[in-house]
């Protein structure tokens, strides 16, 4: 990789990995050479699956990807700018849906700028498409025995609803 290569981190819980996600990552993908999509293990969110399990996930709906950057699916558990620098990252790239998370995402972005001023923040707003798709609302309206299979993919749905029984 050439030291001008340009890395994003595209951090997330992933729980589970939804079409959305995958949005933000393609189109990423068109700013940054590497793109490191980061798995965080936070256990405080009381994920479905596990971190491991959240990777493949992510791995399996990103196999088929023939884009402009190389796309790595890691598992962190510290804090992101310091997982972001372990990764040589210039940037985070977060995406963004209606106003709802503006504020939440403003405030991280300016915690990360104090705790390393040298990595930016990148938002990408959601596409028309995806605007409204939530890893929870997914997982509640699997629990609720909706139809999932618009929001995710084949393989993410299977094993949502096998999960959740």
């Given at each position: 990789?050439?030291k001008?290569?340009?890395?994003?981190v595209?951090?997330?819980?992933?729980?589970?990995?939804?079409n959305?996600h995958r949005?933000?990552i393609v189109?990423a993908?068109?700013?940054?050479?590497v793109?490191v999509?980061?798995?965080a293990?936070?256990?405080?969110?009381e994920?479905?699956?596990t971190?491991d399990?959240?990777?493949?996930?992510a791995?399996?709906d990103?196999?088929?990807?023939d884009g402009?950057?190389?796309?790595?699916?890691?598992?962190?558990d510290?804090l992101?700018m310091?997982?972001?620098a372990?990764?040589k990252?210039?940037?985070?790239?977060r995406?963004?849906r209606p106003?709802?998370?503006?504020e939440?995402?403003?405030?991280?972005?300016?915690?990360?700028?104090?705790?390393?001023?040298?990595?930016?923040?990148?938002?990408?707003?959601?596409?028309?498409?995806?605007?409204f798709?939530a890893s929870r609302l997914v997982?509640?309206?699997g629990r609720?025995g909706?139809?999932?299979?618009?929001?995710?993919s084949?393989?993410?749905?299977h094993?949502v609803?096998d999960?959740l029984g």
């Amino acid at each position: 990789m050439p030291k001008s290569a340009r890395i994003g981190v595209y951090p997330g819980t992933f729980d589970p990995f939804t079409n959305g996600h995958r949005d933000i990552i393609v189109r990423a993908s068109k700013i940054c050479d590497v793109l490191v999509v980061g798995v965080a293990q936070n256990i405080g969110k009381e994920p479905l699956f596990t971190a491991d399990e959240r990777a493949a996930m992510a791995t399996t709906d990103l196999a088929g990807y023939d884009g402009p950057a190389e796309i790595r699916v890691e598992i962190f558990d510290n804090l992101l700018m310091d997982f972001a620098a372990e990764q040589k990252a210039d940037c985070i790239v977060r995406g963004l849906r209606p106003v709802s998370d503006f504020e939440y995402e403003f405030q991280m972005a300016a915690m990360n700028a104090r705790l390393n001023d040298e990595i930016e923040t990148i938002f990408l707003m959601a596409s028309e498409r995806n605007l409204f798709i939530a890893s929870r609302l997914v997982k509640e309206i699997g629990r609720l025995g909706g139809d999932i299979s618009s929001f995710v993919s084949p393989q993410v749905a299977h094993r949502v609803l096998d999960r959740l029984g």
